[in-house]
């Protein structure tokens, strides 16, 4: 070839080696430390903090729950149900609590359980619906219990996990045949300054657990170890 375009050749790459020194490598974020499902190597110290939008629980089921993004212009409306007449009342147990909810249906049943278990942590008087907050739970269980369980344990570590407390629940979608539940969360953090303090509930039991139908209402029946 032509030496003249050789040697200019051959100073152009001297001359990009020398930019390249001064260039900062580029910063990758691993997303195995997102993943809820990834197992914690106890070499590695503690586990972060599980970010909203990607902790996932739900007992011996599936659970995940997110919260929508904040777009460019702040925060997004959301539209709040209206609030539902209580349906729910807490039962005397031998050690814990028992928790019994009803409704014309299913999921009317279970949205006031979820309201119950709620009430329990604190007074929900006090607790007003941010509007821009909407909290989304989808759940699997391999029977009815199972999804009860999965349901109410997802919402409890919600409330472990980001200090959130529901006011009100609607559940958008139930799946009987496959066991998933789809659920909105609406409420507010937790604050000791704002709310009282009820009872602790440390766990969410299968123990006397019960879905009974009569009269033409759905009745659920939930222990919680407090």
Not at 63 to 75: A, C, D, F, P, Q
Not at 150 to 177: A, M
Not at 199 to 220: L, P, Q, Y
Request: with cysteine; net charge neutral.
């Amino acid at each position: 070839g032509d030496p003249a375009a050789i040697a200019a050749s051959e100073d152009l790459k001297a001359s990009n080696r020398e930019k390249g020194k001064d260039k900062k490598p580029e910063q990758f974020v691993s997303y195995s430390n997102l993943n809820p499902s990834s197992k914690s190597n106890p070499s590695s110290g503690p586990s972060p903090k599980p970010q909203r939008g990607y902790a996932s629980r739900g007992g011996d089921g599936l659970g995940v729950s997110e919260e929508k993004s904040e777009g460019k212009e702040g925060k997004r409306k959301i539209n709040v149900p209206a609030e539902a007449p209580k349906k729910y009342e807490y039962l005397d147990h031998v050690a814990d609590i028992k928790f019994h909810s009803w409704g014309k249906s299913l999921k009317e049943a279970l949205e006031q359980m979820v309201v119950c278990m709620f009430s329990y942590i604190t007074e929900l008087e006090k607790v007003e619906i941010d509007p821009s907050l909407e909290v989304r739970v989808k759940v699997q269980g391999h029977d009815r219990d199972s999804l009860v369980f999965s349901l109410l344990d997802e919402f409890l570590y919600r409330f472990s996990v980001d200090d959130l407390v529901c006011k009100r629940c609607q559940i958008t979608k139930i799946d009987v045949k496959n066991w998933t539940i789809e659920a909105l969360g609406f409420g507010e953090a937790f604050s000791l300054a704002k709310h009282p303090q009820g009872t602790e509930i440390k766990a969410i039991t299968k123990h006397d657990m019960r879905v009974v139908e009569r009269a033409g209402a759905f009745h659920v029946y939930v222990v919680v170890d407090i």
